[in-house]
Each structure stands twice: as C-alpha cells, then as structure tokens.
C-alpha cells in the first residue's frame, strides 16, 4: 500500500506543469496634455519578444496590445482567464499569469489613449487568474496604484516562490514610486526600466550563474540600473517599488537562458555594452557591468556598441543559430554619439554623452534604370554605381552611366558625382534627400561621324531604402538632374529626370 502511494506521487509530479500566460500592453497616447510617448509600444514588443524567446510563454498563450483601447484590454483579461480554467481543470498543473504595461499613467489607473483602467479594477479582474500572478507596470507615479498596500522602493527583492504546486499569490512591480517619473532615453530607445529588466532577463541578472533568471535576480538588477542612471538627472531620480501577497517558498523563474538559440559575448574589458537588432532598429539588450558579458539571443545580424575608458566602439556581428560568438575589439571602430533623456511623455529633459543609434555601416549599391537622352533619343537604360561611407547623414560618390541607340544614331554617357544627404530611418525604412553634382563625357554617333562634348551634371535626389535582412539592402531613387554643356558656342541645358531600382550591401 505505501508503494502504491509513493508511486502515485510521484506519478503526479511527473504530470505536474506550470504554464506560463502572458498579456502585454502598450500604449504611447494617453489622456493628459503631455505628448505621446516614444517607446511605450515598442517596450511591450520587446518584453513579449523576450517572453516567448526565453520565458516558456508560447504564443498561443501571449497577447501582445499596442495602440488598443480599455474593452480590447478587458476582452484580453476575460479571454486568459478562460484559457488558465481550461488549464486548471487538470488539477496537477498550475498557471503563471505575467501581466506587463507600458505608457501613461495618473497615479490612479493605466492610460490607453483617451480612457483609463483604473489599478482597482484591474486587480480585481485578474484576481484568482491562475495560481501566481505577475504584474509589471512601466509608468509615471506608477507606484501610486499599489499605495493601499504599501507598495515600497527598496533593493533587496525577498519575494520567495517556486514552480512547485505550492505557491500561490500576487506580485506588483511598478517603475517608479508614487510621486516620480519614469524616464525614457533616445539611446536605448525606449524606457529605462523596462530595457533593463529586459537585459536582465537576457542573462545580465543571472547572479547566481545558473542559467536562470528569476523573478527576483530581474528585479534587483532592474533596480540598481534604474536608480543609477537616473539619480544626476533634473527629473530626478527614479525608484522602482514591489509590493506582494504570497504563499510559498523557492523563486520564479522568468527565464531560461538554455532556450536562446545562440549567445552573444562582448569583448574582454567591455564596462558597458548596448546591442541593437539591426533588421528591427531596436536596441534589444544592454550589459552595464563588467562582471557579465554573455546575452542569449535570437540568431540574427546584431549592431554592437560597447564602452570602454571613456570610449565608444561599434561594429556589426552576425549571430548564426547555435552558436556562441565572441567579438574581438579587432572587429569594432570608435564612435562618436549623443543621447537624450526625457520623462515619460515629456519633452527631452537633458542631453548626455554617449553614443549613437545609427551603426557605423557602409554601402555598396548598384540600380538600373531609365533617363532622357540629350538627343532626341528618347529614353535611355541608364546604370549606377553608389558608394557610401556611412549610412546617416553624409557624403556619398557615384559613377552613373547611359545608352539609347535609334537605327545608326546612339548616345552613351558616363557621369562621375560627388554629393551629400540628409537621412532619416524608421525601423527598417530609410529615406534620404540630397543632391549631386560631378563632370559627364558625352559622345553622339551618327552613321560614321561621332561627336564627344564635356558636361557638368546637377541632380536633387531622393532615395528610399527597405532593410530586408542581413546586409541587404532594396533601394528606389529618383533624382531631377540637368546637365550642362556647351552647344555652338552657346550654353545648352538638358532637362534629365530620372528613376532606378536597386539592391545595396551595407558592411
């Protein structure tokens, strides 16, 4: 009888499971008269992205809302509890809810756009949603909803629980205390808190060395970043608060470090280090101690910036699946950078040194297209060669060339440019506008007479650019150029408007 028991037992904990729910949100509009925010929508992509690439949450079991409104929260909220009933209906597994938001707040509920869910209802809509519930705030005055319970700014983070069938119990992290800011920086882009607790849960909190990130290592590491970067700002300085009501011992693990599908290591003496997702222009991890160097990251093209003596360097490296890349100071060049800081939904609050969001790429293009001839020709197939030596901002030369032929009468021009452009870049977007000028050789061939003239070329442009994945880029440009050139003693001029499509290799 008492093996049977045994085995029984154990019998149940080898069907025993915790699964693991998540509803994320971000909102950049809120109510007041403050201006939207920059990041709120892109932290809740990141911190999604992070539970389903290392937090054991499937995506049937996540609900990532940006931009949504209070019912498309409130149907997010019903519809988990009713997928953690269906779970619990096997009385051996458990559920973890994670709640996250990030955006606008008054001290008194979550802001998405012009509506509000204040922190009461809220509560009470998750509660008993599955067996331990985790609810991370990102907000000004965040702390305020959690007051009642006296919510407290402190480092050490004793919450205790464990994945065993045992724990039980609420969790509430807010950004920043009751009557403070939370903060936002154009570095990171994104909020300062929630980059942090991200990087934690990337491996930089893995104090213990154990390949996990619990809930307390990302707490405690997301704490001392957020107090550190933020306590010589005018906005003051910003102090996450916890406040819980548990049953259980042990700890929660938030992430798994054994789930990355490669691991990326930062050079030796590295004292800071922030990597961006290239193909998502998004700052995607930061390591802010010397004493850890290795992220667990997708595979995938990385833009590295690293600081070292009062020094940033940057360069580009490709993580393939499965494997554990370590950059060599060989790879990366010094940069040059400024960062701004600015409340949540505030305008920008102080400017500091520190680095730069563009990497420090160039690119190599080759389009094709078609231009007006200067004889009546017609169109001719023209063909371009672009280089860049940087992808902001800046110089770029050209050697553009063309060709029409109609019967025995041909054209065929070559142009050599010089020229400069401004640039903007949303996501994997970029666009520029600018102009270029430079010499062209021209020569006209009619039966057997062929006649060669010198010309000068002046070109407006504008250029579109997709990042489509690794170095590749896919280009359209336009330009109106005009070229000038001598004609029987006389200035002629040569109206030139012209298109082409193209692929470009950045490196």
Aim: charged share 20%; aromatic share 8%.
């Amino acid at each position: 009888m008492r093996l049977l028991l045994i085995l029984s037992l154990l019998a149940a904990a080898a069907r025993a499971e915790t699964i693991r729910f998540a509803v994320v949100v971000g909102n950049n509009a809120g109510r007041g008269a403050l201006p939207p925010l920059r990041y709120a929508e892109s932290d809740a992509g990141k911190f999604a992205r992070v539970l389903l690439e290392l937090g054991d949450v499937s995506p049937e079991h996540l609900q990532l809302l940006q931009g949504r409104q209070v019912k498309d929260l409130e149907q997010a909220l019903t519809r988990v509890r009713e997928q953690v009933d269906a779970v619990r209906r096997t009385p051996e597994h458990r559920a973890v809810l994670v709640f996250y938001f990030s955006g606008h707040s008054d001290g008194e509920g979550l802001e998405l756009g012009s509506e509000a869910l204040p922190y009461s209802r809220l509560k009470a809509i998750i509660a008993g949603v599955g067996d331990v519930r985790v609810v991370v705030v990102d907000a000004c005055r965040s702390g305020a909803g959690f007051r009642e319970k006296g919510a407290r700014p402190a480092e050490p983070f004793a919450i205790k629980l464990t994945d065993n069938l045992q724990s039980t119990g609420d969790v509430y992290i807010a950004s920043s205390a009751e009557s403070e800011a939370a903060l936002e920086s154009n570095e990171v882009l994104g909020s300062i808190f929630t980059h942090h607790f991200v990087s934690g849960l990337r491996g930089v909190a893995d104090s213990s060395g154990d390949r996990l990130v619990t809930l307390g290592e990302a707490y405690r590491y997301a704490y001392d970043q957020t107090v550190s970067r933020t306590v010589l700002l005018p906005a003051g300085v910003q102090h996450p608060t916890y406040d819980y009501k548990l049953a259980g011992q042990g700890e929660l693990v938030l992430s798994t470090l054994q789930r990355a599908t490669a691991q990326l290591v930062l050079p030796v003496g590295t004292e800071r280090g922030v990597v961006t997702d290239v193909l998502r222009d998004q700052v995607i991890a930061e390591v802010a101690t010397a004493a850890t160097r290795e992220l667990a990251l997708p595979a995938g093209e990385y833009g590295v910036r690293v600081f070292k003596e009062g020094q940033s360097f940057g360069g580009r490296i490709s993580l393939t699946e499965g494997s554990r890349r370590e950059v060599k100071w060989d790879e990366l060049r010094q940069l040059s950078n400024s960062v701004q800081v600015a409340q949540k939904g505030a305008y920008v609050a102080q400017a500091i040194s520190e680095n730069d969001r563009w990497p420090e790429e160039r690119m190599l293009g080759l389009s094709l297209g078609i231009v007006p001839a200067v004889a009546p020709l017609g169109l001719q197939a023209a063909g371009r060669v672009g280089f860049e030596p940087r992808l902001k901002a800046g110089l770029n030369l050209a050697v553009v060339g063309a060709h029409a032929s109609r019967g025995t009468v041909s054209e065929s021009a070559i142009e050599a440019r010089v020229g400069w452009r401004y640039a903007w870049r949303f996501g994997p977007v970029w666009v520029g506008v600018g102009g270029e000028v430079g010499p062209a050789f021209i020569w006209q061939q009619t039966g057997t007479a062929t006649l060669f003239s010198f010309a000068g070329v002046a070109a407006p442009r504008a250029m579109v650019r997709l990042f489509v994945g690794g170095p590749f880029v896919i280009t359209l440009e336009g330009e109106a150029g005009v070229a000038f050139f001598g004609l029987d003693g006389r200035l002629g001029v040569a109206f030139r408007p012209s298109g082409t499509v193209g692929v470009g290799f950045r490196f």
